[in-house]
């Protein structure tokens, strides 16, 4: 599998965000007129969110080139996995919690589907004679890549708490050859 340059630092992206340190929901309504104005803000138990990061800050903490970085920042905001806001006071947080963000999140939102065979989905490729098998082996590929993907999260990852499948596969010394 390829990871393009774009997903990795959409994941690291992500990662800085939840790492961020967090705020109170009053913190951020005091912010935001509009929110402490609304009923449901007035109501609502006090609650932690993650902070607003500005850009520059992810561009510097993981070496991101700016102008790469704002294609991925809009990129993830098409997506709904971050909210933005304008000005000086302005930058990004996460849409939703981190452990709600899976890495097969990442990557569907900034390449696509997580397996695709000549840019279809598997089930779509059909092969003539000899290869018609070959459909169901791209299947299984899609169906590993998805064990894995879709069960760790950007806060797996950003707590260091990976889970226990991540770690039994990375401890068998094959997992780390070269082929």
């Known amino acids: 599998m390829h990871i393009t340059a774009k997903v990795d630092y959409a994941v ?19 912010e935001v007129p509009a929110l402490d104005a609304t009923p449901l803000a007035q109501a609502a138990p006090v609650i932690t969110a993650a902070a607003v990061v500005k850009a520059d800050a992810i561009a510097t903490a993981q070496r991101i080139p700016p102008k790469v970085l704002e294609t991925v920042l809009a990129e993830l905001r098409r997506a709904d996995l971050v909210i933005s806001r ?8 996460l849409a939703r919690p981190a452990a709600e963000i899976s890495i097969a999140d990442v990557i569907r939102a900034i390449e696509g589907p997580l397996a695709s065979v000549r840019g279809q989905r598997p ?9 018609e098998p070959l459909q169901r082996v791209w299947i299984a590929l899609r169906v590993n890549i998805r064990a894995v993907l879709e069960n ?11 889970p226990g499948f991540v770690e039994a596969l990375t401890e068998d010394p094959g997992a780390w050859a070269r082929r």
């Open 86 to 93: 304008r000005g000086p006071d302005g930058g990004y947080w």
């Open 152 to 162: 760790v999260s950007i806060d797996d990852i950003a707590q260091n708490r990976l």
């Open 12 to 30: 690291r992206t992500l990662l800085e965000i939840a790492r961020a340190p967090r705020v109170s929901q009053l913190q951020i309504a005091a």
């Open 123 to 131: 089930e779509d490729v059909n092969y003539p004679g000899a290869a």
